[in-house]
């Protein structure tokens, strides 16, 4: 992974050291509370990208984003929102000390801000990162289950009744969606299986159990 940043580091002519960077992205992502936002989520959205990255407009950005999309995740109030809003302001500190010019900056703003998953994206390049976040719906039954079973533990302080009624609402929210995935090339690929995994984990938690 380090070396994979810091050809990011090259291609978008950032004037610092990246090791000093890429040190502080391994470190929040190590933290002991992430056992779904981590150093393998981190790592899925890159072997996503470079996937798709050739339906991207300006993949620098958007991989510089990926980077940066989960830079902050606090807890114990994950459900607050601004994480992505914080974590966008972080990506934008780190681009302007860095001596990135200020369109570039403003795309992985842009990029980041859309991982909410409330916005919609308006163009290509938001509509992938908003599918790279969400691939994991799509993956094995196995692999998926993982997911469903780390964000249950990054909610241990939520009690059970309550977690399990808004887990519900929020995997209803994208089941229930046309398209789970903004793209044709993330539906080909995740779709089928991402619909089967948020009617399973749905139902389980309707069951009353936690993962």
């Known amino acids: 992974m380090k070396e994979q940043f810091e050809e990011l580091w090259l291609k978008v002519g950032a004037k610092s050291d990246?090791?000093?960077?890429?040190?502080?992205?391994?470190?929040?992502?190590?933290?002991?509370?992430?056992?779904?936002?981590?150093?393998?989520?981190?790592?899925?959205?890159?072997?996503?990208?470079?996937?798709?990255?050739?339906?991207?407009?300006?993949?620098?950005?958007?991989?510089?984003?990926?980077?940066?999309?989960?830079?902050?995740?606090?807890l114990p109030n994950p459900i607050d929102f601004s994480n992505e809003e914080k974590s966008a302001m972080s990506a934008h500190a780190v681009a302007t000390t860095t001596g990135l010019n200020k369109s570039f900056i403003d795309k992985v703003v842009d990029l980041i801000l859309v991982t909410n998953h409330k916005t919609q994206p308006k163009n290509i390049d938001e509509k992938l990162i908003v599918d790279i976040d969400l691939s994991v719906f799509g993956y094995s039954e196995e692999e998926f289950a993982a997911y469903h079973e780390g964000i249950r533990k990054e909610y241990f302080f939520v009690e059970h009744d309550i977690y399990c009624e808004k887990r519900v609402e929020v995997l209803k929210g994208f089941l229930n969606r046309e398209n789970i995935y903004q793209t044709p090339f993330f539906r080909r690929k995740y779709q089928k299986q991402a619909k089967k995994n948020l009617s399973r984990a749905i139902a389980s938690l309707e069951a009353g159990f936690d993962f």
Request: with cysteine; hydrophobic share 40%.
């Open 18 to 74: 990246s090791s000093v960077f890429y040190d502080a992205l391994f470190k929040v992502h190590s933290d002991k509370n992430r056992h779904y936002h981590d150093l393998t989520h981190i790592l899925n959205s890159l072997v996503e990208f470079e996937s798709c990255k050739k339906f991207s407009e300006n993949p620098l950005a958007l991989e510089f984003a990926i980077w940066y999309h989960e830079f902050v995740y606090e």
